[in-house]
């Protein structure tokens, strides 16, 4: 049911770098997962093994970690992780959300990862930059099947050279009792 | 499927400069400009304009609606811009999806005709207009998104559809 789409993307002035990157520098809420990417010495807005500690302390089922770095350019870590309810997946991304607070203690501003899908609790998208953690509930995730769209991606591209043998014209079987007329004789 | 093109894609290619535009297969282009318009441009242009109440729109997800009319853009008095919700009422729709014709459906304009500003000064335009079928809560009803999708969802809080999508501008 896919459709084929051939679509291009033109840049005018980003041709060098990628242009997420290019605009976290003017978005507030981005800026320090930029300063990661570029100066390692300073850290994200959480790290991976943070992320994947609270998600355990918090007893989220099933943690998949996608390093997508090649795949998207927007961000570099997918974790998807699934909870029991909607209050248990709310619980995932509140853990979250609390241990950022934690570590930004003291500072005078607090830069928060963005939160979305809080209000029904199917999906809730913690968004802090170079990782973003979809925390779904298990009939959400049955249903939308992300880990497919990340790691069968690097497959996707490979399957075209199949294309021919697909479309190779086979005989038509001959289900009548008549056999069936040789070309060849006249 | 066949998206429309520009009406003087010329013109478009002129303004692009040295990366050079042949519109090649059916699909629909994001283009980025910068904004120096030339007298010929502004001529030839189309004026390309908000997403209204009577506005027809492509589904580009697969939850079986193929055409919604927006009966309303919700935040704006003008009209919806790309990253805006509309609500639609589904006009075509597949024989076996999740939504059925006559629907009323809210959306999320992923692609737009008329043109929006990003922070470095550039433009996004798309060919065709379309959105991506969203429950009330904000959920896609489909499960894959076909087609770019610009990034101007992230700053909009549709980090869900960007995650479905396949290609991103």
Redesign the interface.
Known sequence: ???V??????????ASSS??K??AG??PNFSTSAEAAEAPSKKALLDLSEVEKILSDVKAGDVRVIPVRDQ???TDY?VVASGRSSWHVRNIADALIHKVKQKQRGSDRLILP?V??S??G??I?V?SGTI?V?ALDEK?RA????ES?WTKEASEKVPCLDLENALVKSRRRNNSKKPMKSVLTA | ?AARFLSKSSSGSSL??A?G?SL???????????SNLTYSDIFFQQQRTFIQMGTKLKVVD?SGAKRVMCIQALKSKKGAKLGDIIIGSVKEAQPRGKVKKGDVVYGVVVRAAMQRG?????HVRFDDNAVVLVNK???PIG??V???VP?EL??K????I???AE???
């Open positions: 049911m896919i459709s789409v051939r679509s291009r993307f033109v840049t005018a002035a980003l242009p997420w290019y605009l003017f978005l998207c350019d927007y997918m963005s979305e899908g209000e029904a199917k999906w998208v968004d973003i979809h959400a249903y939308y099947n992300l769209l | 499927m692009l400069g990366l535009t090649l297969g059916v699909g629909s282009v994001a283009r980025q400009t910068t697969n990003r922070c470095d000064g550039s809560q904000g959920e499960t894959r076909f087609g770019p990034h992230r700053k809080k549709h980090v869900k960007l995650a479905l290609h991103i501008a």
